[in-house]
């Protein structure tokens, strides 16, 4: 298809698709002794109550420092490790020390402080997963109402009856469950129909918007009030600016989540934070 765009053209396409691919393969081979050599860390995002400035609760994300790749994003190494059946392992991995953390920061507070954790399309492939997370909370000895899963439309575009009985026996469990990037993706308004979820994340890219342009302050205000007409709770994430956290207050939005409010830190870190604003 670089045909008629002159030979460096094509010659610069096949450069570009060989690094790609040798990237790629060598991203492959390193997460694949990752979890074993323990080049894994979780860190934590607080969760702030928008009306009251105190932290309710923390989402846990995945970083990988590899000595020959130095940090590699989750959004580059992620997909990698649900293509190759990884995740399963490391999402496994995840739980735990999340879990482990949060009971840590229950009881140092004495609160039910809540943690969300992300699960990939890939782990409801596993038919041990609602018996494993059942299984992690046990060991925590965390309440199952303080767990929330994250989950994108794409967990849920393939409609097979095993995710949705899965989210159903998790639901059931008194996990809450969460849509995560709400807004990003197809036919959200259908699932939320369809599907035992608590609450709605809205993007970072329509909260970005939110001051300055009209339909993105529009859009926020509908999904907000379309959540909380079907009783789900609403979670903004990626705020950065004081205006934004006004704005979201302004239209009754219940929880925020963004750098103004914290960047992901270290457990450490994390447990040594006080809960009041
Ligand atoms: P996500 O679940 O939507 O997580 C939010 C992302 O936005 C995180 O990126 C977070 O660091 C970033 N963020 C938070 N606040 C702000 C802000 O104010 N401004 C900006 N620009 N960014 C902000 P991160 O950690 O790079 O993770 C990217 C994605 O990778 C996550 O998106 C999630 O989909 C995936 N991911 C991360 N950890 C895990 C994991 O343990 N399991 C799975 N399955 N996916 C994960
Ligand atoms: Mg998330
Ligand atoms: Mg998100
Ligand atoms: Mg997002």
Redesign the pocket.
């Known amino acids: 298809q670089a045909k008629g765009l002159g030979r460096n053209t094509y010659s610069y396409f096949n450069e570009e698709m060989n690094r790609d691919v040798s990237r790629r393969l060598e991203l492959e081979q390193e997460i694949r002794g990752a979890l074993q050599r323990k080049e894994f860390e ?1 860190v934590y ?1 607080v969760q702030v109550n928008v009306s009251s400035g105190q932290i309710t609760g923390a ?4 970083r990988w420092f590899n000595p020959k790749l130095g940090q590699v ?3 580059e190494f ?1 997909p990698i490790a649900e293509q190759t059946g990884l ?1 399963v392992g ?2 496994e991995f ?1 739980l735990t020390q999340a879990l482990s953390v949060l009971a840590n920061w229950q009881q140092q507070h004495e609160c039910a402080l809540k943690m969300s ?4 399309p890939r ?1 409801f492939r596993d038919t041990q997963l609602v018996d494993n997370i059942h299984q992690a909370l046990i060991q925590a000895g965390v309440a199952a109402n303080c767990l929330e899963l ?1 989950i ?1 439309e794409g967990v849920l575009m393939s409609g097979h009856s095993y995710i949705k009985k899965a989210l159903s026996a998790l639901s059931g469990l008194g996990i809450h469950l969460s849509m ?2 709400f807004g990003t993706g197809y036919s959200s308004l259908n699932y939320l129909r369809h599907y035992p979820f608590d609450v709605l994340k809205i993007d ?1 890219s329509f909260v970005q918007g939110i001051t300055t342009e009209s339909t993105d302050r529009e859009l926020v205000n509908a999904a907000i009030a379309m959540a909380h007409s079907l009783n789900l709770t609403v979670v903004a ?4 600016t004081p205006a934004q956290l006004q704005l979201l207050k302004s239209l009754n939005c219940d929880f925020a ?4 409010l914290g ?2 830190c270290r457990s450490t870190r994390l447990l040594a934070l006080e809960l009041m604003p």
């Open positions: 979780v995002q989402e846990a994300l995945l994003s989750p959004v992620i995740i490391i999402g995840v954790v992300n699960l990939s782990q994250e994108t995560d990037d970072r994430e990626g705020v950065e989540q963004g750098y103004l960047k992901p």
